[in-house]
């Protein structure tokens, strides 16, 4: 872009924000596997607790 | 200036039509305002990437922190996949914040701070933007002559190189010699120049073209590549070499790597051209499916667009001064779109590539073919399969429909194609027979497949008075079943039910119609004919209307002693004696496969 005092950049506002938006999505698009990674963990963490109150009764019946 | 009513006004007075003319004034940011924004942006970029990272964890501790011993989760292999997932993500944003904090340094007044000189200096010498450097006479000559004429003026070259200077994924795959001859490629790019270049060749005014070329240009390392195709794995091929996209050129910055490590810089330039025209042609004002329309994908098979915009890419590159080779794959593309240079003329090609018509490449082939004979040769092919089929093939059958219809017009076919020889087109086309179909073949030596070949051979008799020929599509690579998969039996009874279908079509046609044997003299009902035919393709479950049955053969097996044989070759003669004798083999298995379709449809008929 050429400003009409003869100095020049080389990108406008508009791209600027166009590329900060750009992040924003890409950002958003890792967030949501980040946040269905950690859901998975958690339905792991609660299937092993599960399996642990299921095999405490056998356990006291011995 | 009369008004509706009679009235007459007075025209404004100079200063005021120009005040009236000109576009309302922006307020302008500062450069150092913008330079602001983009420091704070890099900050921001960096602190998300860290936030994102530091949540994961510490989400993951959470999730995982309860009364459930670690070894036992770490025993797991939910937790461990969910684990691996996370780490994955984590890398992932390491990337993107990279890539984005790289993209930032195409933004900024650094042309103000640095000065032109400096900046077109550092360009040159790939080196530490200074003054003293940018004084000092480069060694590289071709390059200090687009100094001198100005670069750099082309901003989005700039950038590119800007971008590429501080993208880390880069510097972390590439050596700083590789690096250099990528930046060395990208400083030879100057895209207005590029688009006057093809409006001068179109007889077009460039100011009046609808684009204003591509807006950027970036290298792409592997690893973002990779993040780019997670993301969006639909439209992004972490395999591709090159794509537009809404006027913003991506390359594999990997695919220009040749064995020796060497950067290809003039191939690197060359596919900038191609895809910067594949922007040229696109709508800006279009858009569909989130993507600018390429008005030609509703008129013309995709090959052939791509096939233009190659030949356009070498027409352009030679009016800069630059020459290059043709980088296309032998298959079709290329081979249809120097052909239809050849017939209609480059400015005919360029006009329509860039208004997005086909009206003046259609008068051009009428002028030498006839309506139906441009007719013939501008359209689509393939709408669906026999076989799988893809863009070059049906590339390739333009390609045969020009050769055809140059015969049937009495001219000289061998001459024509000898002409791409002739031209340093590394791509070897000869008509095979007497005119009925076209082969291909091109030597790529710095791919591993070594050699390509296809052909395209029509029946010299079709299977019925009035079916269309079968056209079969050999290629010695990439599209099409192998041989060894085709079911004869079912694709020649399949091809024997459309002819019949036809025949039955037609008797109709000029039953119902009242109709002598000889209508298709008559324009008018030989197009609602062709419809007709259409139709009962469709309705005789046949799907691929048009004039052609096509069967696209895949002959990659075949053809791999002589690759195997390639690759043992040491002269230049020895490699193209091989290449010669892939093109020879895939006008045999072409010859080979119509046979056996014509066998199974004679005995699906008996």
């Known amino acids: ?62 | 200036m009369d008004t509706p009513d009679g009235i007459i006004e007075t025209p404004p007075a100079p200063q005021e039509r120009e005040r009236a003319e000109r576009p309302p004034e922006r307020p302008e940011t500062a450069p150092e305002a913008l330079d602001e924004a983009v420091d704070k942006a890099a900050d921001d970029f960096e602190s998300e990437g860290a936030a994102f990272e530091a949540f994961g964890r510490a989400e993951f501790e959470r999730v995982t922190g309860g009364d459930i011993p670690k070894e036992e989760l770490d025993a797991d292999p939910q937790v461990r996949d969910a684990k691996r997932e996370l780490e994955d993500v984590a890398s992932q944003s390491r990337v993107l914040v990279d890539s984005f904090k790289g993209r930032l340094a195409g933004f900024g007044s650094r042309l103000k701070r640095w000065g032109r000189a400096a900046l077109a200096g550092a360009v040159i010498s790939s080196s530490a933007m200074n003054v003293a450097e940018a004084a000092t006479p480069p060694d590289h000559g071709s390059k200090l002559e687009h100094v001198e004429k100005g670069k750099p003026g082309d901003s989005v070259a700039v950038r590119a190189i800007e971008t590429l200077r501080a993208d880390k994924g880069m510097a972390a795959q590439f050596t700083p010699e590789q690096l250099q001859a990528f930046e060395g490629a990208l400083a030879r790019w100057d895209g207005p120049k590029m688009e006057r270049a093809l409006a001068d060749i179109a007889g077009l005014d460039a100011a009046a073209l609808a684009k204003e070329g591509v807006k950027e240009i970036r290298l792409l390392s592997d690893a973002e590549l990779r993040v780019m195709a997670e993301r969006d794995p639909k439209n992004v091929d972490p395999k591709m070499k090159a794509v537009t996209s809404n006027d913003r050129v991506l390359l594999r910055a990997s695919a220009f790597v040749g064995r020796d490590g060497a950067i290809d810089g003039g191939e690197v330039l060359h596919t900038v051209a191609h895809e910067s025209n594949h922007a040229e042609h696109s709508r800006s004002d279009s858009i569909k499916h989130g993507e600018q329309v390429r008005p030609w994908d509703a008129v013309l098979p995709h090959g052939v667009q791509e096939g233009v915009t190659e030949v356009l890419a070498l027409r352009g590159l030679e009016r800069l001064g630059e020459k290059s080779k043709d980088q296309s794959y032998a298959g079709g593309n290329f081979a249809a779109g120097f052909l239809l240079d050849k017939v209609v003329g480059t400015r005919a090609l360029a006009h329509d590539y860039l208004t997005g018509g086909t009206d003046q490449m259609r008068a051009a082939l009428g002028e030498k073919f006839g309506r139906a004979g441009a007719d013939r040769i501008l359209r689509k092919h393939f709408y669906s399969g026999m076989g799988s089929t893809g863009a070059e093939p049906e590339a390739l059958s333009t390609a045969v429909d020009i050769i055809r219809e140059a015969k049937r017009a009495g001219m000289d076919v061998g001459a024509l194609l000898g002409t791409a020889a002739a031209e340093g087109v590394v791509e070897r086309m000869q008509a095979v027979g007497d005119g009925e179909g076209v082969v291909l073949s091109k030597e790529i030596p710095n791919d591993a497949v070594g050699a390509v070949a296809s052909a395209a051979v029509e029946d010299r008799v079709p299977l019925t008075p009035h079916a269309p020929p079968v056209r079969v599509h050999v290629l010695s690579q990439g599209y099409g079943a192998r041989q060894a998969d085709v079911d004869f039996a079912a694709l020649g009874k399949k091809i024997r039910e459309g002819a019949s279908a036809i025949e039955a079509a037609r008797a109709e046609f000029i039953r119902a119609n009242g109709l002598d044997e000889d209508f298709e003299d008559d324009p008018v009902a030989a197009e609602s004919y062709a419809a007709a035919i259409d139709a009962a393709l469709v309705k005789a479950g046949q799907i691929t209307p048009g004039e052609t049955f096509n069967v696209v053969v895949n002959a990659a097996d075949e053809m791999r002693p002589l690759r195997d044989s390639l690759a043992k070759a040491t002269t230049r003669a020895e490699r193209d004696a091989i290449r010669q004798r892939m093109a020879d083999e895939a006008v045999r298995i072409a010859r080979d496969v119509q046979a056996k379709i014509g066998s199974a449809a004679g005995a699906a008929a008996r």
């Open chain 1, 1 to 62: 872009m050429t400003r009409h005092d003869g100095t020049e950049t080389k990108g406008t506002p508009e791209e600027l924000e166009e590329l900060k938006d750009e992040f924003a999505a890409a950002m958003r698009d890792l967030r949501r596997r980040q946040r269905s990674a950690v859901e998975k963990a958690l339905k792991a963490v609660d299937m092993k607790k599960s399996e642990k109150i299921r095999k405490r009764p056998d356990e006291i019946s011995k």
